[in-house]
């Protein structure tokens, strides 16, 4: 979402996997409800679950509650995909490549099970970024 609304956490923007699979839903359909948000899970919850994941996202500045649907809250997300992605890429690369993100980029292309196409793509994001500069 890139309307200016959106805060940034005053915590770094670091989600757990569930917090992560309640944003993905939100980030790609809201408003949504708690709801609408069990609907699309990729896995089967509990309404509870998600309903206290939702006021976790909340509570963290992730989410934010935008209007209502009958008796339902709706939400939106708070914070964009791209900088909770950047925060957590920079986080995984602090804790288990000793900050290196160069370590965790190798890791990622070096895995058996990227795809030519795939390879070929970051590449191809490497020479426009070589370009660039």
Do not use: H
């Not at 934010?64 to 890429?89: H, I, T, W």
């Not at 920079?90 to 290196?100: C, D, P, T």
Request: negative net charge.
């Amino acid at each position: 979402m890139d309307d200016g609304r959106m805060n940034e956490p005053a915590d770094t923007l670091v989600l757990t996997a569930a917090e992560a699979e309640v944003m993905n839903v939100i980030w790609d359909q809201f408003p949504a409800s708690v709801a609408d948000v069990v609907e699309r899970l990729p896995r089967e919850l509990a309404y509870t679950t998600v309903m206290t994941t939702v006021r976790i996202l909340e509570n963290k500045g992730f989410v934010a509650q935008c209007g209502k649907r009958g008796r339902a809250f709706l939400y939106e997300p708070a914070v964009d995909r791209n900088a909770v992605q950047g925060s957590m890429s920079q986080e995984v690369a602090k804790r288990l490549f000793g900050g290196s993100v160069k370590s965790l980029v190798l890791n990622l292309v070096r895995d058996e099970s990227i795809s030519a196409d795939d390879l070929a793509e970051v590449k191809r994001l490497i020479e426009e970024l070589e370009a660039a500069k």
